[in-house]
T-cell receptor
């Protein structure tokens, strides 16, 4: 079974631009979560989508948004990019539900550089 | 929300040594996972262990849920074990929201 895939793997943008990252979960997984990793703040939760609805949200400004499609694929968008948005963005998927269905599996990440 | 504290922050070993990494949680969790982050940034699943003990080769993990901590044991360490180890958990209805510790940077010298 294929793992979680993320595209693109690397991205360079300039301040003020916007960016869209894509995540395809493991087949059959219905929950997709997004995380931001920076050297200063570590790994931080952005949001989680389940059945096309945002179920949980972290403490990020409204410039960060996401959505989930009916096939469980997810996208996240960052508008008006700032230098501090440079980070590794990780996507994870799970079957969703209680117990071991909760276990999250991560993709390889998208490394975003904002100049 | 849940706070996660990992220790030690850094660990340097000689090949063949054993080590124990610890993770403390501020509240009860219903999902607890250990990861190894490879040099390219991908998080590799090691254990899903909200309670009890599991073993996988040279690695094992124990979670004492009532005392809100988890331990990751690495025996007979190899240079390929080097990297960053994270624990993460979620509680209540926050199924898709993992809170991560700051990680333990493990360096194994030949």
């Amino acid at each position: 079974k294929a793992g979680v895939t993320q595209t693109p793997r690397y991205l360079i943008k300039t301040r003020g631009q916007q960016v869209t990252l894509s995540c395809s979960p493991i087949s059959g997984h219905r929950s997709v979560s997004w995380y931001q990793q920076t050297p200063g703040q570590g790994l931080q939760f952005l949001f989680e989508y389940f059945s096309e609805t945002q179920r949980n949200k972290g403490n990020f400004p409204g410039r960060f948004s996401g959505r989930q499609f009916s096939n469980s694929r997810s996208e996240m968008n960052v508008s008006t990019l700032e230098l501090g948005d440079s980070a590794l963005y990780l996507c994870a998927s799970s079957l969703a539900g209680q117990g071991p269905f909760n276990e999250q599996f991560f993709g390889p990440g998208t490394r975003l550089t904002v100049l | 929300g849940i706070q996660v504290e990992q220790s030690p922050p850094d660990l340097i070993l000689q090949e063949g040594a054993n080590s124990t990494l610890r993770c403390n949680f501020s509240d009860s969790v219903n999902n607890l996972q250990w990861f190894h982050q490879n040099p390219w940034g991908q998080l590799i699943n090691l254990f899903y262990i909200p309670s009890g003990t599991k073993q996988n080769g040279r690695l094992s993990a124990t979670t004492v849920a009532t005392e809100r901590y988890s331990l990751l044991y690495i025996s007979s360490s190899q240079t390929t074990d080097s990297g960053v180890y994270f624990c993460a958990g979620s509680g209540g209805t926050s199924y898709g929201k993992l809170t991560f510790g700051q990680g333990t940077i493990l360096t194994v010298h030949p």
